[in-house]
């Protein structure tokens, strides 16, 4: 069965730090990968997504995430996080021929000014 | 493009009453799949739907239930209700094609259930 498995459930962050939050998934065959975020009150937005070609995806607000096939894994990044980066994100993986997203179990971020 | 509607926002029902939860997608979007997400177990895949049918089902019981209608909305039932289905129920929809890739699910603020 597919799984997700996010290894960080809280990171609390300063301002201008980097990120790196991990995503590991099960699955043998050809995946979709996503990074999902949810704000404060808000629903789940698309960070970013990897179907396909370069494995070094770039998203929406400077982050990134990087696909490593051999590592079956798929780790978010982002450089210098801001305040306005506290959220819940989401790892997620589909397989090729489903749109059933299974997600990890979502990583809390504080940052701190 | 307005984004997934869904509808009501918040709902509260006692054990045992029926619950039936709205889902407008993305015009032009035909798939559209629910989920649960709640603090113990997170986000779970309930159901998806292309063109009025059911392509794919969770490990959800039989009291849950949805269908899709010919433009496209979707609702979902859960029938008998138990306090552990207090959750935000999830719409998602997508632009993917008959037999064509799959592509990016958008999601809609959703439905908060509390069952007393």
């Known amino acids: 069965a597919q799984s997700v498995s996010q290894h960080n459930h809280h990171v609390i962050l300063s301002e201008a730090a980097s990120l790196e939050l991990g995503c590991n998934y099960s699955y043998g065959g050809t995946v979709n990968l996503f990074w999902y975020v949810q704000y404060p009150g808000q629903h789940l937005q698309l960070l970013l997504k990897y179907f396909s070609g370069d494995p070094l995806v770039k998203g929406i607000k400077g982050f990134e995430a990087e696909f490593i096939k051999s590592k079956f894994s798929f780790n978010l990044r982002k450089p210098s996080v801001q305040w306005s980066d506290t959220a819940e994100y989401f790892c997620?993986?589909?397989?090729?021929?489903?749109?059933?997203?299974?997600f990890g179990t979502g990583t809390r971020l504080q940052v701190f000014p | 493009k307005a984004g997934v509607t869904q509808t009501p926002r918040y709902l509260i029902k006692t054990r045992g009453q029926q619950v039936t939860l709205s889902c407008s997608p993305i015009s032009g979007h035909r798939s559209v799949s629910w989920y649960q997400q709640t603090p113990g177990q997170g986000l779970q895949f309930l159901f998806e739907y292309f063109s009025e049918t059911q392509r794919n089902k969770g490990n959800f019981p039989g009291r849950f239930s949805g269908r899709q209608f010919s433009n496209s909305r979707s609702e979902m039932n859960v029938s008998t209700l138990e306090l552990g289905d207090s959750a935000l129920y999830l719409c998602?929809?997508?632009?993917?094609?008959?037999?064509?890739?799959?592509?990016?699910?958008?999601f809609g603020p959703g439905t908060r259930l509390l069952v007393l």
């Open positions: 997620a993986v589909n397989a090729r021929n489903t749109d059933k997203l299974i």
């Open positions: 998602a929809s997508s632009d993917q094609l008959a037999g064509g890739p799959r592509e990016t699910q958008y």
